[in-house]
């Protein structure tokens, strides 16, 4: 029998791993040089073809020592850059290189984070994220009784599992405002709780005069208010204060989406900061580190101001968390998600804090809502461009015009959406506000100069009509 194939972990796990990772970087460096921007050209036919052809017989009966090369190399040359400036569609983040090298470890030592045997040392690492975190979150938490928080997959479990905590308690209707992230509604069905009730929201945000005449109609009905700070579309924050005003008096219990928004936690602008006023009023709050965190995919987290709610997660299972090794001190991991294996994406977290600290994180914050500013300046300043709104995050919404100043048609401007994204050379994302389409820019990027958003602009009037 032949020896098998070498293993990532153990005293020679490392040597193993050197050579390929050498292969890899190698087969990434040459599939980015390949590409004509941030994305590769030709469209999702020529992509598969590509990859296909790469690939070949994807189980030969003879294995292919240089798959490795071959299929990251076609990876590579077949994605989407989020480091490229101008990959700027969606909240998805170049993650940093030392977020990347951390998930390679965690990739290596594979700790499962359902039991304290699989993941002696990287339990105490999600114990140490988690409650620095949710301390973030609810600073004046008492210490007896700490906030808390659960590694998640990212907004949509956080959301999610907040309105299963919810549900535990009191079996809410759920209020949202119409610019709430499409998890929210679905997490009401998949829970099988009550329809839930859209607030309007023409300004973008959820409006507090309508969410009280809301909660007024349900008549004393359990509900739970989820409030948005950082819409998906633009970036906007609701009324945070008000939003926890209103719950409060009509007793209903608030979940704050702030997924992307969260972010602010940490910026170094008090101004910045102050926009999520009143998020430790919320029962539950989404944040999302693959987003202002700049983390590899996933890294999401659900706060939790009251411990006492995670107590409605308890399973037991004798061959993870018996009860005499629980009371002899073993630590009991079951009740600390829905999943039961599931990878410690705590580690990338906890090495980034630890390695950037507070204030240059702040940094990459305040940079990338700095971005977005001189993005709508130039926009502003373009005869050829229209500007929804000055941004509140890092969100950009822009049409633009023909030569006679009009706007493009719906159609138009979809058109020349596609176009960048068939010719490889731009990734903008698509939006719905005020009635009209528009195009979205998502700077998460904080090395993109002001350069770079001018050549954007230029991209995409050099598509447009004329």
């Avoid at 993941?119 to 938490?141: D, I």
């Avoid at 968390?321 to 999943?339: F, I, K, M, Q, W």
Wanted: with cysteine; hydrophobic share 45%.
């Amino acid at each position: 029998m032949r020896t098998p194939p070498a293993l990532a972990g153990g005293t020679h796990g490392a040597d193993a791993l050197r050579p390929l990772l050498e292969t890899v970087l190698t087969a990434l460096a040459a599939g980015a040089a390949a590409r004509p921007g941030p994305l590769p050209a030709g469209g999702p036919a020529h992509t598969a073809a590509t990859v296909r052809a790469a690939v070949g017989d994807l189980l030969p009966d003879k294995g292919d020592p240089q798959a490795l090369a071959t299929i990251t190399r076609a990876l590579a040359e077949g994605s989407a850059d989020p480091a490229h400036p101008h990959c700027a569609a969606h909240l998805h983040c170049p993650p940093l290189a030392v977020a990347t090298a951390a998930d390679l470890a965690a990739s290596a030592l594979n700790p499962s984070m359902d039991s304290w045997d699989q993941a002696p040392a990287a339990s105490v690492v999600e114990h140490l994220l988690t409650r620095t975190l949710a301390a973030e979150v609810y600073p004046a938490t008492h210490p007896d009784a700490p906030a808390d928080a659960l590694v998640t997959t990212g907004g949509t479990e956080s959301n999610q599992l907040a309105a299963l905590l919810a549900r535990e308690r009191r079996h809410p209707r759920i209020v949202h405002g119409a610019n709430t992230h499409h998890s929210v509604p679905r997490a009401a069905w998949l829970l099988g709780l009550p329809a839930p009730v859209a607030v309007p929201t023409p300004t973008g945000t959820l409006d507090p005069a309508a969410l009280h005449d809301a909660l007024t109609a349900l008549h004393g009905e359990p509900a739970l208010v989820v409030a948005t700070a950082g819409t998906t579309d633009a970036g906007l924050i609701d009324p945070l204060p008000a939003i926890a005003d209103i719950c409060a008096a009509h007793h209903a219990r608030l979940h704050v989406d702030a997924a992307y928004g969260g972010g602010l936690l940490l910026s170094n602008t008090p101004a910045r900061r102050a926009l999520l006023d009143g998020l430790d009023r919320a029962h539950t709050v989404t944040l999302d580190l693959h987003k202002l965190g700049w983390q590899p995919v996933a890294a999401g987290l659900l706060a939790v101001r009251d411990p006492a709610d995670l107590t409605a997660l308890h399973q037991q299972a004798d061959y993870l968390n018996a009860d005499d090794d629980t009371e002899a001190g073993l630590p009991d991991l079951l009740g600390r998600s829905l999943r039961t294996s599931r990878r410690p994406d705590a580690l990338k977290a906890a090495v980034t804090l630890k390695t950037l600290g507070r204030h240059q994180l702040g940094e990459l914050v305040d940079t990338v809502c700095a971005s977005a500013s001189v993005l709508a300046d130039l926009v502003e300043a373009h005869p050829r461009f229209a500007l929804h709104r000055r941004p509140t995050l890092s969100t950009v919404l822009f049409r633009p015009l023909d030569p006679d100043g009009a706007p493009l048609t719906d159609d138009d401007l979809a058109a020349v959406r596609r176009t960048l994204l068939h010719q490889g050379r731009a990734v903008l994302g698509r939006a719905r506000a005020d009635g009209r389409r528009w195009l979205k820019a998502t700077l998460l990027n904080p090395r993109t100069t002001p350069g770079d958003l001018a050549a954007l602009l230029a991209l995409v009037e050099g598509t447009t009509p004329r």
